[in-house]
């Protein structure tokens, strides 16, 4: 049977709150058994460059990474917000590390190719080094990875941050049990979105495309759900959807998500 293994994705609205990264960084410690983080930082990243001088380009809400961007976002990201999460959890007893995909060949990656949209220097996912991240984490160390990865050759790519843990959860699969966690700001996929209360506990296949074909899962969770519904498609054994509540082992309140 295979060791159990939980990748955690956080996004943006924790990481630029400092009480509410506290307390995530708090779950995250204490969440039982061998883990990966994931983060985000848009933001901050946004702000600095703002800071700088230089215009962030933004287009149905993603960003576009232009020449001069990769080193406001290696700086944020793989910096900044990385190295600020990585002392945290050594604070709380987490023996961490911060990685983008470029260190140890985590996370290979090409620049998108120009379609409707360029997108400038944003990577699409090859592979992950599954067995390079499971040597660090044999040797007792908790991987957090900032979304960025690298194209073999010398570039790094800005990638978004769902793509990778997801693909992470995929690529760690052939060594362990992934159960993948997205932490975001509602407790879960909602019947009603004005009423955090109205949370779909359990969604497989059959469900999700009943909650489609109703509009209930529309807007911003499609994607979102998307990605779920692409991780568990390809070895990962479960999917859970809330805020960072759901890492509490006493809290109920969230989606979990299986084929």
Do not use: W
Not at 21 to 39: P, R, S, T, Y
Not at 198 to 213: A, G, Q
Not at 216 to 241: R, S, W, Y
């Amino acid at each position: 049977m295979k060791e159990k293994l939980s990748v955690v994705k956080i996004g943006g609205n924790v990481i630029e709150n400092k009480t509410e990264l506290e307390k995530f960084i708090k779950l995250f410690a204490n969440l039982e058994g061998l883990k990966i983080l994931v983060h985000g930082g848009g933001k901050l990243a946004t702000h600095l460059a703002s800071k700088l001088g230089i215009e962030s380009k933004m287009v149905n809400g993603r960003r576009i990474t232009d020449a001069e961007s990769p080193e406001v976002i290696t700086m944020v990201y793989a910096g900044l917000t990385n190295k600020n999460i990585v002392a945290q959890l050594q604070a709380n007893q987490c023996n961490a590390i911060g990685l983008s995909g470029a260190d140890g060949n985590s996370i290979q990656a090409h620049k998108r190719p120009v379609k409707e949209i360029d997108y400038g220097f944003v990577g699409d996912i090859d592979g992950v080094n599954s067995t390079t991240i499971s040597n660090l984490i044999f040797s007792g160390l908790t991987p957090v990875f900032c979304a960025m990865s690298h194209d073999g050759e010398g570039q790094l790519l800005n990638t978004n941050a769902d793509t990778i843990a997801s693909e992470l959860a995929i690529g760690m699969g052939n060594i362990y049990a992934t159960t993948l966690y997205y932490c975001f700001e509602k407790p879960g996929v909602l019947m009603d979105v004005s009423d955090d209360t109205s949370v779909v506990k359990n969604i497989n296949t059959k469900k999700y495309k009943e909650l489609l074909n109703e509009g209930i899962i529309a807007d911003g969770m499609l994607p979102k759900l998307e990605n779920c519904f692409h991780a568990l498609n390809n070895k990962v054994t479960t999917v859970c959807l809330g805020n960072m509540n759901m890492l509490d082992k006493n809290n109920t309140l969230f989606t979990t998500l299986t084929l």
